[in-house]
């Protein structure tokens, strides 16, 4: 496994977190159109989605010097061309490297 996959894969699942987030978020919406009662699960659905936004924003560091990756485009989709970073700006690792 590289440091790219690495990073990937907790990119992924940050991203899966929010997504999953926001879902709870809209179906208890729309259930909740009825009445007040359900909405403590309202402000429950918001937990996974913030979690996620803390996540992506503390969560994604370099595994070999421990630099947050979050303010880099290493948050950013892997299959972006554009965004792609190479090397970590903190220690310098090429991120192709093996763990």
Not at 26 to 45: K, Q, R
């Amino acid at each position: 496994m590289t440091i790219r996959d690495y990073i990937g894969r907790r990119v992924a699942i940050g991203y899966g977190l929010a997504f999953v987030g926001f879902g709870l978020i809209l179906v208890l919406s729309f259930a909740n159109s009825d009445g007040p009662e359900h909405s403590a699960f309202f402000g429950l659905a918001f937990i996974p989605f913030f979690v996620a936004i803390a996540y992506m924003n503390l969560g994604i560091r370099c595994p070999r010097c421990k630099g947050n990756l979050a303010i880099t485009p290493a948050i950013y989709p892997t299959f972006s061309k554009k965004h792609r970073f190479n090397y970590c700006p903190y220690c310098g690792v090429a991120v192709d490297e093996t763990l």
